[in-house]
């Protein structure tokens, strides 16, 4: 369903036969909103989140490439900052889309990067949710450069989890990883024994963690499993109080009911020669009660 929002801005909403739904703005081409099938949001979106652009919409999963963080070009890249087309003759995808809800997006080079990114290059998107609500993005850049050069990115589906109470979540699956610390100047540490929670602000890449990462919200009872494929690393942000009062676009208290936990290839940028195609991909669902805490 392709239709646009009071501020006229394109977006297309995929529904799922239990009645999950998916909300996705050509814009960015970024998922705003992943509801289960109770029409619950699972997705956080900042009380202040500004639309429409200039601004990223603050929440939702933008999508930070070709450069994660700081550098030559703006923040997270410019890839949340364009107009994404409909991609209506994608190639043939390797994910199965048998009975699920899915819709093609691409980007192309555009004029704006002619200086900063001279390359082309297609990146084609394909959102999809599965028969049980599960939210899958997949990710195919390919260099069409003519003139024989390579490029190098890096990349992060920059989630926005909404949680019930940060003071009362954990993450299983990066214990006793290296990770560098953005808050430190991306120094790098090892994390320790237990499962990750949080009582303070957080910036970290964790490095080549494993494919499956669990969110549990014990609040309520609810874990989610993020699951990734060509993204070695992953983030893991919440920018507490003191941040969170300081950002325009995010409300005071927004911080106790996000963590961003995001598949990413950060630490070795992927570099593709004409004609390569690079293939990334996040899957997030939704386990009830604390099966994945092994309870
Ligand atoms: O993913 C974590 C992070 O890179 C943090 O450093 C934090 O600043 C956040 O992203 C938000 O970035 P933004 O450019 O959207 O304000």
Not at 49 to 73: D, T
Not at 104 to 115: M, R
Not at 143 to 155: A, E, L, R, V, W
Request: net charge negative; with cysteine.
């Amino acid at each position: 369903e392709h239709c646009k929002d009071k501020n006229g801005m394109d977006k297309v909403i995929l529904r799922e036969a239990r009645g999950c739904s998916a909300e996705v703005y050509l814009y960015g081409g970024q998922v705003t909103s992943w509801k289960n099938e109770h029409g619950e949001e699972l997705l956080f979106a900042s009380s202040k989140a500004r639309l429409p652009p200039p601004n990223p919409f603050r929440g939702g999963i933008p999508i930070c490439f070709p450069q994660f963080g700081s550098g030559n070009l703006e923040r997270h890249g410019f890839a949340r900052n364009r107009h994404w087309t409909i991609d209506k003759d994608p190639p043939p995808f390797p994910t199965n889309t048998s009975n699920k809800a899915f819709i093609d997006l691409i980007l192309q080079h555009a004029k704006e990067e002619v200086k900063s990114w001279p390359h082309r290059y297609e990146f084609r998107l394909r959102i999809s949710l599965g028969p049980g609500g599960d939210l899958m993005l997949t990710s195919r850049i390919r260099n069409t450069n003519t003139d024989g050069k390579s490029f190098t990115f890096t990349f992060a589906y920059h989630t926005h989890l909404y949680v019930t109470d940060i003071s009362e979540v954990r993450v299983e699956g990066l214990e006793t990883l290296d990770y560098l610390d953005n808050l430190k100047d991306r120094e790098r540490f090892t994390e320790q024994g237990d499962a990750i929670t949080f009582e303070s602000e957080v910036d970290k890449i964790y490095l080549s963690t494993p494919t499956k990462i669990a969110i549990v919200d014990h609040e309520r009872k609810r874990t989610f499993v993020l699951r990734k494929d060509g993204l070695p690393d992953a983030v893991v942000w919440n920018p507490w109080d003191k941040k969170a009062k300081a950002m325009p676009d995010f409300g005071d208290d927004d911080y106790k009911h996000m963590l961003c936990v995001e598949a990413a290839c950060i630490e070795n940028p992927i570099t593709l020669k004409p004609g390569e195609e690079w293939k990334g991909r996040q899957e997030l669902s939704i386990v009830h009660s604390s099966y994945c805490s092994g309870q």
